[in-house]
């Protein structure tokens, strides 16, 4: 998911290079013409990256990929009566580690709560996630770019959550069935700043390839982007069903 903004620069902007910051941006500005004047995309990123740990986030069913539909699910993934969820701890402990691979501040309270939505793949009507308290801070994470320039991209946050399970609509012409093998599975969301300046930038920024955020996060800990298939470590932005416009492209699709 990402946040893709296109925003006027003739009126005045906010100064966000100053020492000390977080977040900042080394690269010069690109701006897109336009019949009111100049125009400055600016894109933050939200990232699910599939922990990879044998057991789920709150119960012990495994996350093996490739078994028969629903033989995965412990009573709690299938939300029975008195069920209660007890946490991985090494979810837990690669999400620190990638904090410390992000340069970011970890946060020693850190509150899980849950995210109330109805969906047939979800069946205890919520997703334990967090909000106010997220066991990572914020941070920064350098991105090589071709060319051989690079950009600093700020880290807002980085939580823990629960997967959905996954429905599969193309079994039998008039029902839907689901598989509750994913839910439960543990998530990290890794959410940027709105430092991107290009789809050039957003692009590098997803794959990583070969970069310093290889060297100082993936060597850290494991996991996988979500949707990815299992031993995929993916790398590419198409293998991820993420699509990177073209900024003309993005103006023409706003019309």
């Not at 100049?38 to 495994?62: C, N, P, R, Y």
């Not at 106010?132 to 051989?148: F, H, I, N, Q, R």
Request: proline share 4%; glycine share 10%; net charge neutral.
């Amino acid at each position: 998911m990402s946040r893709y903004e296109i925003r006027n620069v003739t009126r005045p902007q906010p100064k966000t290079t100053k020492q000390g910051d977080m977040a900042v941006h080394g690269t010069a500005k690109k701006l897109i013409k336009g019949a009111t004047g100049d125009w400055e995309v600016v894109i933050g990123m939200e990232v699910h990256a599939q922990v990879t740990s044998k057991s789920k986030l709150f119960s012990g069913a495994s996350t093996e990929f490739g078994g028969p539909p629903n033989s995965h699910v412990s009573l709690v993934d299938a939300a029975m009566p008195g069920m209660l969820p007890v946490i991985n701890e090494e979810c837990v402990r690669q999400a620190i580690r990638t904090g410390l691979g992000l340069k970011a501040k970890i946060n020693f309270k850190s509150v899980f709560d849950r995210k109330n939505y109805f969906y047939p793949d979800l069946p205890q009507g919520y997703q334990i996630s967090q909000y106010k308290s997220p066991v990572v801070g914020e941070g920064a994470v350098t991105v090589d770019l071709e060319g051989g320039d690079s950009v600093t991209i700020g880290i807002e946050r980085l939580h823990l959550e629960q997967d959905a399970g996954k429905s599969l609509h193309d079994r039998h012409p008039t029902y839907s069935y689901v598989d509750l093998n994913r839910s439960g599975v543990a998530l990290m969301e890794i959410v940027s700043k709105p430092d991107l300046r290009s789809a050039e930038e957003a692009k590098a920024f997803i794959e990583a390839r070969g970069g310093r955020v290889n060297s100082s996060v993936s060597k850290k800990t494991d996991f996988v982007l979500a949707g990815a298939e299992a031993g995929s470590k993916l790398t590419k932005a198409q293998e991820l069903g993420v699509r990177i416009l073209d900024e003309m492209e993005f103006l023409k699709m706003c019309g």
